[in-house]
């Protein structure tokens, strides 16, 4: 049984998540931790390694430079607003969880509370006041600012690292850390170009608030345009630049130690690589947009947990997934692939092309060559499409948040406004990895890390359900399980899981009737991670699965594609699915089957949260909306409730059993189908009316509300623009088209359907929506629709078979 | 015909024609060479352009090259020359003062109209058709240029025949402020702000922007014609960069789409600054430059290093 489900794998938002649940290095490549002294303790992990701390330092803090792309880059290039007040400000800190899934730092407070040095919002323009704040204010519109980034203590470069003996890592200031923002992960930094006149100004000569700078001002001649404010203003500076750490994204409640109180957790509930499964990223960086605009009702609904990681890049595949665990990575399976990459190397050939061999300036012996060899590496990603390894798919989170941005990722972006395919931005171009390192001093500063960053990561344990029940071992919690689900319950949930979901769900070889699923690793320095990954990671036709493709069509790494470099040729070579009626070659098509650990923790499940309960903030939670739709694809008008967000471990545990039911019981699922919850009208042209001008005429496109939010962020709108030109200046070239791809007799019929929508088109531009619903087929790169449908193993198990199962999945 | 059609061909010739004055407008046909600088071989496809980042690094324009560059040669480059003419400056100083404007569509505008075939052609009412020839030279001839006041980081379009312009800009003209740029009449409307910021071709470094955005917040603002180009009409926004002092290069966006490129260019200016640019040692940063270009100029003799003023 291919219980794909769960907690899914790695991607992330925007990146992050990406790579995270990843890794296995190659070998050498964590001998940064070999060198470290004894094990300590400290606010990120218990039982640290030197190299394990630095890495957990940067994964906690390190934004490499983004705070200039989650300020100017998105809001200026891409036109999509962050209202960072509206989600950190220090007066809703308690609200701040329930609404955007984020995590509150315990080592900020706020302004005016006892004990914190900040007495008012006054003294830190309404946010939280955090450690590190008493410098960092003094700074607010000047220059000067020391980042604690180079306090940093890094430990020995490993003795066999090809860049050394010598030190020549980049500076660890380069790592930026500014300090918190009161929410984990999101950083803070000093803008010195704020103008403390203007921002009195705009915000009515209060300094504790920025309401005058984020609110909307109603539109005065055409009421039905989305409201704006001045966060799309470039000439105003806000007081601080905010960045985003991995973190982020993957810190949250440590399933074993949770708070008592979300709102207010201490740093022993937290857990820097257990994913953030609450967090609404998708709706913080559209949290300055108007509900009503066609940006934020694509991309602005994922699930709490889930953030479509390829949004910004944007290669048209809706496609939220999960922020995963990144856990027991040192036992995760990896596979031999053909891999173009960059390799350390002392020197480079005198007078050789630096776009193959390239030595950093005054840097002597720090080089690096691109060559063509066989690596074993892990599938990263949901479709394993990180192929190159474990370092390069860290790395690549940080320029998947905008780390970078500006050096190396933005003008290799497709605008979606860009309908010219001779212009740049039309489509993606790919990253090229030789110029950013040569450009941007913070990919190096981070490159030169990433044997830490990997040390951290691997040392995430999986989370066991009997310590998180505080009893002594796992034979106590098969006595509470059997209880719970009768007799001997676990023990045949095990035979059944042996038979049916091993060969998918396991990293052990077959026969599996005697495999130990639980056993732990005899090695000491594996600190007790578990010998089975409990998946095989191995890359399986989504159409065997049959879940929602939409993911697993992610098209970012194919040839030509911005990720293209961090895709191995193997992944490439794979032959499509031909199950599917969209394109899925070039490395499309397959979803990998993820791992099991610590399943009890991790539900909802599948790689987008959809199958179990819905979960949500509660009442205060203005971005949830019910996806339950009927069978004709309408919202009910009284769905399920939402689950409100609850990290104890029996909150856990009841979503756990509610998600198993529901992933085991496929026909009792009611369709989830995401859709706009407000029209959205897009005008062709303004509209404006006074005395001489009184309306245009209709040039609007009109999205109505329920309009489900894949539909049209997986249709390619610029390729159906092209093909309403070429049909009327070149038919014939349509037709060869589309003859090409279908057939003679689909083709001709696609390719005159198209000339027949043209021509309708220029009387009435609006319905361009029309034209695009009937040609759907042709111009979707995922048809997917329904979110929880799929993996079906397990359905024709009777009812105490899956309780079985469902109490044994809860030991490993 | 109805009235309604009546009205959207009357509000989209004004709607071209505002856009005109902000700098937007195409003027098909041009004998010209382009400017003898060094250019990347690119293809016609937006995959098979040269990307900007291996342009500068393998052909970094000089100052001498830049001094080659003229507004009227400019009009002899194809838009991939322009596009990689751009790439390859730095914002300089935010201007201050009056600068002559002239909007121009490159030679070889095949490209361009394959644009107006898509959404000229195909869909109607989009704002780059080729059949606005005579609005194209309407804009022409009111559009004059701009007026920067840098000190107070705010913009305006110098418009020199507000006859033209009546039907939309409505009574009481009068009070439209004026300013007398060489003997003549100018009137200034469309304000808009003036700021470092992201360049919507090229990433690498910032470009001075003309955002018309929030144009209501100026001084001077007038409801008609200036809202056409602010938020609630076309959203225009402009972006330049210094080819050398007194010489800018600019692009016009409309919706965040490109529609086309002008020069603003001040005569006194360029005279009196060109020689010392030359000799690469009096260049004003206000914006950030951008790593690639900081790290070049780290490798320069002092003498040629640009005055970075400006912080990232």
Redesign the interface.
């Known amino acids: 049984m291919a219980m794909q489900g769960t907690r899914t794998a790695l991607t992330l938002w925007i990146g992050l998540t990406l790579f995270a649940g990843s890794l296995i290095l190659p070998a050498g490549s964590v001998s940064a931790a070999d060198h470290s002294s004894a094990p300590s303790s400290f606010k990120y992990g218990t039982h640290l390694t030197d190299a394990e701390r630095v890495g957990a330092e940067i994964w906690f803090n390190a934004t490499a430079g983004n705070a200039?792309f989650f300020t100017?880059?998105y809001q200026?290039?891409l036109?999509v607003m962050i209202d960072w007040y509206r989600v950190l400000r220090s007066d809703a800190r308690e609200e701040r969880f329930f609404r955007w899934g984020l995590i509150n730092d315990p080592d900020c407070c706020k302004p005016g509370d006892p004990n914190c040095p900040a007495k008012s919002y006054d003294e830190t323009y309404g946010f939280d006041y955090c450690p590190g704040d008493n410098e960092l204010l003094t700074y607010v519109g000047k220059?000067g600012y020391r980042d604690p980034a180079c306090d940093l203590k890094d430990v020995p470069l490993a003795h066999d690292d090809p860049h050394g003996p010598k030190d020549l890592r980049q500076s660890a200031c380069d790592l930026e850390f500014g300090t918190s923002t009161g929410a984990l992960g999101l950083r803070k930094f000093p803008n010195?170009?704020f103008d403390k006149v203007k921002w009195l100004k705009i915000n009515g000569g209060r300094q504790d608030s920025w309401d005058g700078y984020t609110a909307k001002v109603t539109?005065?001649?055409?009421r039905e345009?989305p409201a704006?404010s001045?966060l799309?203003?470039?000439?105003i500076e806000p007081p601080y630049r905010i960045g985003m750490s991995c973190g982020a994204c993957h810190i949250a409640f440590d399933p074993v130690h949770p708070p008592k109180d979300p709102v207010h957790p201490k740093w022993e509930n937290l857990s820097g690589t257990v994913g953030n499964q609450y967090g609404r990223f998708a709706q913080i960086l559209g949290s300055g947009m108007a509900p009503n605009t066609i940006e934020y009702q694509v991309y602005g609904h994922s699930r709490p947990g889930a953030v479509d990681t390829s949004a910004i890049p944007n290669d048209q595949v809706n496609n939220a997934g999960t922020m995963n665990a990144i856990i027991n990575l040192a036992k995760r399976p990896t596979f031999e692939e053909d891999i173009i990459k960059w390799r350390k190397t002392h020197q480079c050939p005198a007078g050789g092309d630096e776009r193959t061999c390239w030595c950093e300036?005054g840097k002597d012996g720090k080089c690096w060559e691109r060559s063509r060899k066989k690596e074993f590496v892990h599938h990263i990603l949901k479709g394993g499409e990180d192929s190159i390894g474990a370092l390069e798919a860290i790395q690549r989170v940080y320029f998947n948040i905008g780390s970078c941005?500006?050096?190396?990722?933005?003008?290799h972006l497709t605008?979606l406004?860009?309908?010219?395919?001779?212009?740049?931005?039309?489509?993606q171009?790919p990253f090229?990895i030789g110029?950013v390192r040569?450009?941007?001093?913070q990919f190096r500063a981070i490159e030169d890390r990433l044997s830490e960053v990997a040390a951290f990561l691997f040392s995430g344990p999986p989370a066991d359900l009997y310590q998180a029940r505080g009893l002594t071992d796992n034979a106590a919690l098969i006595t509470q399980l059997d209880k719970e689900f009768g007799k001997g319950a676990v023990a045949q949930g095990r035979a059944i899981f042996a038979s049916k979901c091993a060969s998918c769900h396991s990293s052990q070889s077959p026969p599996f009737e005697n495999r130990d699923f639980r056993e732990t690793s005899k090695n000491p320095k594996e600190k007790g991670l578990r010998v089975d990954w409990l998946g095989n990671d191995k890359l399986v036709p989504v159409s065997e699965i049959s879940t929602n493709r939409s993911r697993s069509l992610h098209s970012n790494h194919m040839k030509?594609r911005v990720w293209e470099e961090y895709g191995s040729e193997t992944l490439r070579a794979k032959p499509g699915d031909p199950q599917l009626k969209e394109p899925s070659d070039g490395g499309r098509g397959y979803y990998r089957n993820i791992s099991l650990l610590s399943l009890w923790a991790y539900a909802p499940f599948m790689h987008n949260n959809a199958v179990g309960p819905e979960v949500c903030g509660g009442p205060i939670d203005e971005h949830y909306h019910s996806p339950y739709v009927d069978k004709e694809g309408k919202p009910l008008a009284s769905p399920p409730p939402c689950w409100v967000f609850d990290p104890s471990v029996e909150g856990r545990f009841k979503l756990y059993k509610a998600s198993m039911k529901d992933l085991l019981n496929p026909s009792q699922r009611i369709p989830k189908v995401t859709g706009f919850n407000s029209e959205v009208t897009i005008r062709?042209?303004?509209k404006?009316s006074?005395s001489?001008?009184?309306?245009?005429?209709d040039?609007a496109i009109r999205f109505p509300a329920a309009t489900p939010a894949a539909r049209i962020g997986n249709f390619r709108h610029k390729e159906l623009?092209?093909d309403?030109?070429m049909a009327?200046?070149d038919f014939d070239k349509l037709k060869a088209k589309y003859v090409g791809r279908y057939g003679t007799e689909k083709g001709e019929q696609i390719a005159n359907s198209i000339r027949a929508k043209?021509t309708e088109?220029?009387a009435k531009?609006g319905s361009?929506l029309e034209a695009g619903e009937e040609l759907r087929e042709v111009y979707s790169n995922s048809l997917a629709i329904i979110e929880n449908d799929g993996h079906r193993f397990g359905e024709d198990l009777s009812d105490r078979e899956k309780d079985a199962l469902t109490a044994f999945l809860a030991t490993l | 015909m109805n009235r309604n059609k009546v009205i959207t061909m009357r509000h989209s010739r004004w709607m071209i024609l505002a856009s005109l004055m902000v700098g937007h407008t195409m003027l098909l046909g041009c004998t010209q060479e382009p400017p003898p600088v060094p250019y990347a071989q690119s293809g016609e496809g937006y995959s098979d352009k040269v990307d900007l980042a291996r342009l500068e690094h393998e052909l970094p324009l000089t100052p001498a090259d830049l001094m080659k560059i003229t507004p009227e040669n400019l009009k002899g480059a194809t838009q991939e020359q322009v596009d990689q003419i751009y790439a390859r400056l730095t914002a300089g100083p935010i201007p201050d003062g009056v600068y002559d404007g002239r909007m121009f569509f490159p030679k070889g505008s095949s490209e361009r109209a394959r644009l107006a075939e898509i959404v000229g052609g195909g869909i109607k009412g989009f704002i780059v058709d080729r059949k606005a020839a005579t609005l194209e030279h309407i804009g022409e001839f009111i559009w004059k240029g701009k007026v920067f006041y840098r000190n107070e980081g705010v913009l305006r379009n110098r418009i020199e025949d507000l006859l033209i312009l009546k039907p939309i800009v409505g009574p009481n003209v009068e009070k439209i402020q004026k300013l007398d740029v060489d003997g003549k009449d100018a009137w200034l409307l469309f304000p808009a702000k003036l700021y470092c910021g992201q360049s919507l071709l090229d990433g690498r470094r910032e470009s001075v922007i003309i955002d018309y955005a929030f144009t209501d917040d100026l001084p001077g603002y007038r409801e008609m014609p200036d809202v056409l180009a602010g938020r609630e009409g076309l959203e225009i926004r402009d972006e330049i960069r210094m080819v050398r002092p007194g010489f800018y290069l600019g692009r016009a966006y409309i919706k965040k789409v490109f529609a086309l490129n002008f020069t603003l260019y001040n005569k006194a200016v360029a005279e009196k600054e060109s020689a010392a640019f030359l000799s690469s040692e009096t260049v004003n940063e206000d914006c950030w430059i951008g790593n690639q270009r900081m790290t070049a100029m780290a490798n320069k003799p002092k003498n040629q290093q640009a005055r970075l003023t400006a912080t990232r």
Request: glycine share 12%.
């Open positions: 200039r100017y880059v200026q290039r036109g220059t010195p170009k539109p005065r001649k055409d345009a704006k001045h799309i203003d470039g000439s300036p941005s500006e050096e190396g990722w933005v003008n605008d406004r860009q309908l010219d395919p001779t212009m740049r931005g039309f489509g171009t090229d110029q040569r450009d941007c001093s030509g062709l042209f303004p404006l006074d001489n001008m009184e309306r245009f005429v040039t623009v092209g309403l030109v009327r200046v043209g088109l220029l531009p361009i």
